[in-house]
């Protein structure tokens, strides 16, 4: 890389592929964006420090501009005969964190103080836009004030924000927030200047009085890239702060695919949630210990009278056991029998072993049998997946989904979406939970009760031996399934729909409704009066 005047404007110039500028990520360039000589785009970066993060931080974005087509001009807050933000008319990036109480570094003093001084015009920074990052820890009261001070300050002088603010959390780890917001900076960067390049922005990266102009970086080409850049507009709900998101509505919807990528799904988080510090709920105590051995011959018998009700359990699909299994890396100890026992030195109180979980059972019947496989997961769930991700950004995403901050995310894509756990782990393929942690989190698989009547020992051979499972009624099961319809068997679920069958045998849902209306002489019906009501003989 060079430095070059060009035009009284200081820039960088090196050979890069110019979808690199554009801040979109790298992989196969759309022919406008072919690589050739660029003209890198200059940043002033600021930082100050207590402990040396911020800084390390700082040298970490100077490093990853290069390849985004970017040169930062980087200096500690402190330095401030290498730089002058009255006549700076380059973005300004600022990394920033808390020491005391609330305080910004010894680092930031002489910086905070200057820009305090209240005899400073509201104007004073009208020309700057600048992106902040705060570095805090939410243990402490005044989280990343030293952050929020400047970046208040700096809009009080009328400095504009081209990028939102990120907060990272050193209780939780700094780079849940800081790698997703060193990833957005490019694009915003370039939005930035491709905007003024176009003189777009009113009065964006106008030269601040007695200042040089030092940023042009105008090259036709990037008329694509403009309209690209577009769709990475990041969400500012003020509307207000973010430039970026008062232009180009012209070019909107231009890309569904860019803007897809853009949209915050199951496992993408957008800003400003994906830059927030998040309420993340503590981790529910384990309790259950699991050893699978291998199995044993046995066989369950029991016995039933005339006019019993059973309840059924529509077992889970067998594909959707298998794939989790195979999600597990399970499935070689599918027929393993599981033994629970309750952690010695487990911190839940009164914790119990499930008592929907048989002794000495294969794990594949208790994924087919006992846990509800489908059911929506609770955010205690997502919580202790975070915990077995181990790609940072999967894990952030879950943290983020059973946060009090991801409430809305969580509701669209998990409830909503009526996501299952096996859903998760497909989308999330970095988490390994442990299988006591899914024993533990799973529900029980509810049984449907039913009632039969006449012939109740053949009919209810039938049921339990015969008749395979569904999640829906057995009436429907059989209606779809001919070949398992119990054969002596009249059904009525209640569904809506009934057939007769020869002898007059009847199923009903719940405790006893077969024996309520089957009694005397064999009525068959469902629920609908429109159809073959109960009533109806
Ligand atoms: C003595 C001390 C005081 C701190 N006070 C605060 C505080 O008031 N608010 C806050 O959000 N973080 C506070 N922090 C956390 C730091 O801001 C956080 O760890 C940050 O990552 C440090 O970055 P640095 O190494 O660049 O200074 C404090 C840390 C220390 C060691």
New binding site residues.
């Given amino acids: 890389m060079h430095r070059v005047r060009m035009g009284g404007a200081r820039f960088a110039v090196s050979a890069i592929c110019t979808r690199a500028w554009a801040g979109l990520p790298q992989g196969d360039c759309p022919r406008y964006f072919s690589t050739s000589l660029e003209v890198m785009r200059r940043f002033l970066l600021l930082y100050a420090?207590?402990?040396?993060?911020?800084?390390a931080i700082a040298e970490e974005i100077r490093e990853k501009a290069v390849a985004h087509g970017f040169s930062a001009d980087l200096h500690c807050m402190s330095e401030t005969d290498k730089y002058d933000l009255k006549t700076e008319t380059a973005p300004l990036v600022v990394v920033v964190?808390?020491?005391?109480?609330?305080d910004p570094?010894d680092t930031a003093r002489r910086f905070v103080k200057k820009i305090n001084d209240k005899t400073l015009p509201v104007d004073y920074f009208a020309h700057l836009r600048y992106g902040l990052l705060g570095?805090?820890?939410s243990e402490?009261?005044?989280?990343?004030?030293g952050g929020k001070v400047i970046d208040r300050r700096l809009q009080e002088l009328g400095a504009r924000r081209f990028y939102d603010t990120g907060h990272a959390d050193?209780c939780v780890g700094?780079e849940l927030v800081v790698e997703p917001w060193i990833d957005g900076l490019w694009a915003a960067l370039a939005k930035l200047f491709v905007s003024s390049s176009e003189g777009e922005m009113s009065g964006a990266l106008t030269a601040a009085p007695g200042a040089s102009r030092t940023t042009d970086a105008a090259k036709p080409e990037l008329i694509h890239v403009e309209s690209q850049v577009e769709l990475l507009r990041l969400d500012d709900p003020g509307g207000k702060d973010s430039e970026v998101s008062e232009q180009n509505g012209a070019s909107r919807g231009q890309s569904s695919a860019l803007t897809a990528d853009f949209e915050p799904s199951l496992t993408r988080s957008v800003p400003p949630l994906s830059l927030a510090s998040l309420n993340i709920p503590a981790l529910p105590p384990d309790y259950l210990q699991v050893h699978l051995q291998e199995p044993v011959g046995q066989k369950t018998d029991f016995s039933y009278q005339p006019g019993d009700a059973f309840n059924i359990i529509c077992p889970n699909s067998d594909s959707e056991v298998q794939s989790l299994l195979h999600r597990l890396q399970l499935t070689d100890q599918r027929e393993h029998h599981v033994l629970l026992k309750i952690k010695a030195d487990t911190k839940k109180r009164g914790a119990a072993l499930p008592q929907h979980i048989p002794e000495k059972c294969s794990l594949q019947f208790i994924l087919t049998w006992c846990l509800e496989i489908r059911a929506i997961p609770k955010k205690a769930l997502l919580r202790a997946l975070a915990d077995c991700a181990g790609d940072t950004a999967e894990r952030r995403r879950l943290q983020e989904l059973s946060s009090s901050q991801g409430a809305a995310d969580y509701t669209r894509f998990v409830r909503g979406a009526r996501a299952s756990l096996l859903d998760l782990l497909l989308a999330f393929p970095s988490c390994q939970p442990p299988l006591g942690l899914l024993l533990e989190h799973l529900p029980k698989l509810q049984p449907r009760p039913y009632s039969c009547a006449r012939y109740p020992s053949l009919l209810a051979q039938q049921i339990l031996s015969t008749y395979p499972g569904t999640r829906r009624s057995l009436w429907s099961w059989w209606a779809r399934e001919p070949a398992s319809r119990p054969s002596s068997a009249s059904c009525s679920t209640g569904t809506g729909s009934s057939w007769p069958a020869g002898d007059g045998s009847l199923v009903g849902p719940g405790g006893d409704t077969a024996q309520l209306f089957c009694a005397p002489c064999g009525f068959w019906g469902s629920g609908l009066r429109s159809s073959n009501f109960y009533f109806k003989k």
């Fill in positions: 420090t207590q402990h040396g993060q911020a800084k964190s808390t020491t005391g109480t609330g570094p570095l805090g820890d402490y009261t005044y989280f990343c004030n050193d700094l």
